[in-house]
């Protein structure tokens, strides 16, 4: 039994419970225990009201440059997203690909809703990047209108027809004047829309330099942003000489297609303005080995203690022979002198060291004597 006294369902707050017991006819006994629950919602407190009328996520871009009011021609969606992804992202196998949680997503999409300036996207924060990818691509598919137009759309299909790309070993091999061209085809766009457009292509540039580590090429990351950055009523068929198709699953899968051709173009035609190499977490050095070929060493082999089963060292390798090539093999395990092993906390004072000495003298002048 649930009780609403308020619009929402984002808290449940326990009331009572109640058993009943009813006796069934002709015989049978059953026991009801029943839980009474308010459930009720603060708009104050991260609820988002959808009464409201949204200010950032279906918004045109440029509406929202103009009520954010930063001197940014670009929603801070979009720079802060990027700027984040490009910070502690770049390197994280299957990026843009992999989903976070829906529950943190809905946090930080209504967080941008109520207040885009004060959203800090730190990793104490949300540590999980795919939530901040997956954000950046919700916004960009909630658009009203895609980044890249329907006349954009048929400007590239015009490009790819007189200046095919052409991939080599060494990936994209065309002249420099069809990166020019391809850079220019942007020109046509409003201001907002071209500049937030050339943001995530220099980005997206800028993460597939690092496809060895994340494993996303220009190829992968035109599947995950084709569909997005295109809207499904551009039709192919619009194009001079093309097929015109009437099953509409069919064409809708040719034009899903024809999306992620246009992106792949260019992208491998834009040019990579940005750093290889952008502000990341330095990886750990690893230590320089010290060099024992040449030092006179003499040391006794004492018993090994149980390898530690922690994650630090649980994939480390087998550690039992390291040093064989610095000591002297040992003649067998059971013959070795542990009682000549000293103790890590034995230690000889001066005065005992030297009355050892003298000992050893006395001995010899003693062995002379009866000699």
Not at 12 to 25: D, F, I, R, T, Y
Not at 248 to 276: C, G, M, N, R, T
Not at 280 to 305: F, H, I, T, W, Y
Not at 354 to 370: C, S, T, Y
């Amino acid at each position: 039994l649930r009780v609403r006294t308020r619009p929402g369902s984002s808290q449940v707050v326990p009331k009572g419970s109640h058993q009943l017991a009813v006796k069934l006819e002709p015989r049978g006994l059953i026991y009801v225990k029943l839980n009474l629950m308010e459930q009720w919602q603060n708009s104050l407190d991260g609820g988002y009201n959808g009464d409201r009328e949204p200010q950032m996520f279906g918004v045109e871009a440029w509406r929202v440059v103009v009520r954010e009011n930063t001197g940014l021609m670009l929603p801070l969606l979009i720079e802060k997203c990027i700027t984040e992804i490009e910070t502690r992202g770049c390197q994280v196998v299957g990026l843009y690909r992999l989903c976070g949680s829906a529950a943190v997503k809905k946090e930080l999409r209504e967080a941008f809703e109520r207040d885009s300036l004060g959203v800090e996207l730190c990793e104490n924060t949300y540590p999980d990047i795919n939530v901040i990818t997956g954000v950046l691509k919700d916004y960009l598919r909630e658009l009203p209108y895609p980044l890249i137009t329907k006349h954009l759309y048929e400007t590239v299909l015009d490009s790819m027809a007189k200046r095919p790309l052409r991939i080599g070993a060494g990936g994209c091999e065309n002249d420099p004047a069809d990166t020019e061209h391809t850079v220019s085809l942007l020109e046509n766009l409003p201001e907002v829309e071209r500049l937030t457009l050339r943001r995530l292509l220099d980005h997206l540039k800028l993460v597939a330099s690092h496809h060895e580590v994340n494993k996303m090429t220009c190829q992968n990351l035109a599947v995950c942003f084709g569909p997005v950055l295109l809207s499904q009523s551009q039709e192919a068929s619009c194009h001079s000489n093309r097929v015109f198709i009437d099953s509409e699953e069919l064409a809708s899968a040719l034009h899903f297609k024809k999306h992620i051709e246009v992106l792949h173009y260019l992208l491998q035609l834009w040019p990579a303005d940005q750093p290889a190499s952008p502000p990341l977490r330095r990886r750990k050095e690893r230590p320089q080995m010290l060099n024992l070929s040449d030092a006179e060493m003499a040391g006794v082999l004492r018993p090994r203690p149980g390898r530690l089963d922690s994650p630090s060292n649980r994939y480390a390798g087998d550690w039992s022979r390291c040093g064989e090539s610095y000591f002297p093999p040992p003649r067998s395990r059971e013959e070795n002198d542990y009682a000549d092993v000293p103790s890590e906390d034995m230690e000889v004072t001066e005065e005992e060291q030297e009355a050892v000495e003298d000992r050893g003298q006395e001995g010899g002048e003693d062995d002379h004597l009866r000699v």
